[in-house]
């Protein structure tokens, strides 16, 4: 495909004004906003006016009948990712989905098998993945200087506030609290980084008055490698209205992500003396997941966070809400057969 991807927008809300943002950077010739859809029509007109689509639409199964898109992108509620995503499929339709690919492993499961039998693509926007810090990490691990992962530790602290009513405060729509809707990315993050996840155990912290679900907890888990690592959240953050720490070490090396990306490292003399602070050229993450997306569609390749891989993520988290609720060690891959099993 030469011509541009056309791009119908389902969702107009908060993050979907980073994804414009994001296509803006990539340009008309690479990617087109040829609808915006919301159910708050005056949003859909919003984004239209930012990325120069024409048509603007507040059902989105309107959005699916039009031939002249060949993509969606979901920023939907996580309650209503599946649905849209399924539907999309079925209508020929490439799908970015925003994360979590969607709020029980069986709709998920439902998605991934929607996108094979049509042959789409699917892929969910964990966009921490394409941040230049994360992949420089993740090259770091690839090309040896850490050695084999023993220990990290990553969080998530936020505040965030919503008004009653709103999606977020139920556990239904939001497929849990904090821990699936924001920490998914860290714990994506750490399989990224260190591979399967064999058991996870889980403790949170409630405060009703602001949702249903936790707004804090620490998740420990331990790699089918042996490496162990946990990842905390706190959507309760007084600190910051949004900020994250990484901590990782190896056999040979250790990198930390807090004020700057550095590393040490015994296989490399500059960095052996102490920690050294890399210095990683600034992109727009958005641009760089978008840009994948668009890619994968061309190539028909499999994108970094297709719809299994995200899967497999969404089943750490949870497994952190299981154990939570039970207080014993949960296997993430036994909750993925066993939503396999009743999704057949
Ligand atoms: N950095 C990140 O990765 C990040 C940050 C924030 C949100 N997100 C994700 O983005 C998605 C959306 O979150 P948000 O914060 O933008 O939420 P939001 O509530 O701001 O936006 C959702 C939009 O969907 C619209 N909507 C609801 N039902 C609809 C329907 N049936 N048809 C069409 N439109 C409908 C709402 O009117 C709203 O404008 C979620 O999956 C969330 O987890 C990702």
Known sequence: MSRPLRIGLIGCGGISR??????????????????????????????????????????????LKREDIDAVDICLPHDLHAEAAIAAAQAGKH????????????????????????GVVLMTAFVER???ENQRVKQLLDEGWLGAPILAQVDHLQNVVVPPGHWVRSRQRLGGGAIASAGCHRLDLLRWFIGEVEWVSAETYYEPDRMEG???????????????????????????AFYRKLWLEGTEGCVHNWNGLHVFSRKKPEWSEGFVKLECEPVDPFAAEIRHFVECV???????????DSLRSQAVAVAANVSEQTGC????????????????
């Not at 969607?102 to 929607?114: H, Q």
């Not at 907890?217 to 042996?226: A, I, K």
Request: aromatic share 4%; hydrophobic share 45%; proline share 3%.
């Open 95 to 118: 799908i970015l989905v925003e994360k979590p690919i969607a709020t029980t492993l069986e709709d998920g499961w439902a998605m991934v098998r929607a996108a094979r039998g049509a």
């Open 298 to 308: 061309r190539e028909g390749k499999e994108p970094l966070t297709n719809g299994e």
């Open 18 to 63: 980073a994804h414009v943002r994001a296509m803006q950077i990539l340009g008309r010739e690479t990617v087109q906003v040829v609808a915006t859809c919301d159910v708050e029509e005056a949003l859909a007109q919003e984004r239209a006016r930012e990325s120069g689509a024409e048509i603007v639409l507040t059902d989105w199964r309107e959005v």
């Open 214 to 240: 936790e707004v804090a907890g620490v998740v420990n888990l331990q790699f089918t490698c042996g490496a162990l690592a946990t990842m905390s959240i706190n959507w309760m953050s007084p600190y910051r």
């Open 130 to 132: 394409f941040e230049a």
């Open 329 to 344: 060690r949960v296997r993430p891959a036994d909750l993925l057969s066993q939503a396999l099993e009743d999704a057949k």
